[in-house]
C-alpha cells in the first residue's frame, strides 16, 4: 500500500524559506514520477514540481522556477521540497504525490496523480 505523510509546513515571513519532506512508505514502480502539488483557498490545485525516482529528472512549474527545488533520499523513501523567497502567493496546502505512470504532457496535471499525501499548510506573511 503507497503512504505519504508530509511535514515540515508552517508560518513563514515573506522573503523566508521552509523545507517540506514526504514519507513514502513504497514506491509504486522503479521510476516513478513523483511531487508536490498545492492548493491555496479557493483556487485549483496545481502542479509545483516532479522529480523522477530512478533518473533524478527535475520539472517545475514556471512560478516556482529558481526558488524551489525538489530533491529525494531513496535510502530513506524521503521527497524534499526546499522553499526559497517565499511569496504570499505561496501560500497553499501543499500535497506529496506519485503515481507508476504519468504522460510526460501532464506532469503538473493533478489528475494524473493517484496517489495523495494529506497535505501540509505553508502560509506566507507579508
Known amino acids: 500500500q503507497v503512504q505519504l505523510v508530509e511535514s515540515g509546513g508552517g508560518s513563514v515571513q515573506a522573503g523566508g524559506s521552509l523545507r517540506l519532506s514526504c514519507g513514502v512508505s513504497?514506491?509504486?514502480?522503479?521510476?516513478?514520477?513523483m511531487g508536490w502539488f498545492r492548493q491555496a483557498p479557493g483556487k485549483e490545485r496545481e502542479g509545483v514540481a516532479i522529480?523522477?525516482?530512478?533518473?533524478?529528472?527535475?520539472y517545475y512549474a514556471d512560478s516556482v522556477k529558481g526558488r524551489f527545488t525538489i530533491s529525494q533520499d531513496n535510502a530513506k523513501n524521503t521527497l524534499y521540497l526546499q522553499m526559497n523567497s517565499l511569496k504570499a502567493e505561496d501560500t497553499a496546502m501543499y500535497y506529496c504525490?506519485?503515481?507508476?505512470?504519468?504522460?510526460?504532457?501532464?506532469?503538473?496535471?493533478?489528475?494524473?496523480?493517484?496517489?495523495w499525501g494529506q497535505g501540509t499548510q505553508v502560509t506566507v506573511s507579508s
Open positions: 504525490v506519485t503515481d507508476p505512470y504519468v504522460p510526460p504532457t501532464r506532469r503538473l496535471q493533478p489528475g494524473s496523480y493517484k496517489y
Open positions: 513504497i514506491y509504486p514502480c522503479s521510476n516513478c514520477p
Open positions: 522529480i523522477y525516482t530512478a533518473t533524478g529528472f527535475t
